[in-house]
């Protein structure tokens, strides 16, 4: 019947793609695999972030008074005199929240739309069209 042909046909459409998918990274796409990712960014772009919030309190004072600190050591080295270790870490535990949500969806779920999309357009034009973004600028 038509609607078994349809499932055969989405099936194999299915398994091709899975079978693409395979090639171009050696992965097995499952909740793992997006788990990971999603984890992966947490990490990725929460710490980093925060590592960098004392360089960032020093930026956003020098650009309120320029002549404030000489350089952004001296500006690290004045924050720590004069108001201890909490002046140059101000700000990091909405850094780190905010920054991990952002990785967390940034990388996890762009594996996962990546695959979405890949199933719905078919493993041919998935793996045509992959860098079409990149193919435009010529």
Request: charged share 20%; hydrophobic share 35%; glycine share 14%.
């Amino acid at each position: 019947t038509a609607t078994q042909s349809t499932w055969g046909r989405i099936r194999a459409s299915k398994l091709k793609t899975q079978s693409y998918l395979k090639a171009m990274g050696g992965d097995q796409h499952d909740l793992n695999y997006y788990f990971k990712c999603m984890i992966g960014g947490l990490l990725g772009c929460g710490l980093t972030h925060t590592f960098v919030v004392p360089l960032d309190i020093v930026k956003c004072r020098k650009q309120v008074d320029p002549k404030l600190y000489k350089s952004l050591f001296d500006g690290i080295s004045t924050i720590r005199r004069t108001e201890g270790f909490g002046g140059l870490t101000l700000g990091w535990v909405p850094t780190l929240i905010g920054y991990s949500a952002q990785g967390l969806g940034k990388f996890g779920f762009y594996e996962i739309f990546k695959d979405v999309y890949a199933n719905i357009v078919g493993p041919d034009n998935a793996y045509k069209y992959r860098t079409i973004g990149l193919s435009l600028i010529h």
